[in-house]
């Protein structure tokens, strides 16, 4: 049944800017959005079809692997899509890193270390050129990278980096 299926998530363009903004604040808010999902509680237009759906998915795959599918999927797109702003952000000149140091963390505590340290990479680099070495948010840069090596177990290079946000 799961190739029947295709889950497509629409943002529309005047929400897109509030979506930015939530990423790259805090992977909190679509930590906590995941784990309130529970399609039990979701709602039809009819009532009939609502009944037709539940008896439809608890006589099929149950209502806890209908959660564990749609939260799966969600996390995918929220992946891709914070790759594509990443990608954005990389794009301009003059900026700080900002969103690319935020995304960098929000993919860590997903997992997605490699891609986390490239984007910290990137966000190191604009904010040597625009505060220098010694600056706080440089510093800030390298002990990020520094908690992604550890988090992926290269403890040597996570030490050098926490070294350098000192």
């Known amino acids: 049944a799961k190739d029947r299926v295709k889950l497509s998530i629409a943002?529309?363009?005047d929400q897109r800017s509030a979506f930015l903004a939530g990423v790259t604040e805090s992977s909190d808010a679509i930590t906590d959005?995941?784990?309130r999902i529970d399609a039990a509680k979701s709602k039809a237009g009819l009532q009939r079809d609502e009944d037709a759906i539940r008896e439809a998915v608890v006589k099929g795959v149950g209502f806890d692997a209908l959660n564990v599918e749609i939260k799966n999927h969600l996390r995918g797109w929220y992946m891709e899509s914070a790759r594509q702003l990443a990608e954005e952000e990389a794009a301009k000149e003059n900026g700080?890193?900002?969103t690319l140091y935020n995304l960098a963390v929000s993919l860590r505590d997903y997992g997605h270390h490699d891609?986390?340290?490239r984007l910290l990479e990137q966000c190191l680099l604009l904010r040597r050129v625009k505060y220098g070495e010694e600056h706080r948010h440089t510093a800030?840069?390298?002990?990020?990278?520094?908690?992604?090596?550890?988090?992926?177990?290269?403890?040597?290079?996570?030490?050098?980096m926490h070294e350098r946000a000192l």
């Open 11 to 13: 943002l529309p363009p």
């Open 33 to 35: 959005a995941l784990v």
């Open 96 to 98: 700080d890193g900002e």
């Open 115 to 117: 891609t986390a340290l």
């Open 140 to 160: 800030a840069a390298y002990s990020q990278m520094g908690s992604t090596l550890y988090t992926k177990g290269e403890y040597g290079e996570a030490l050098q």
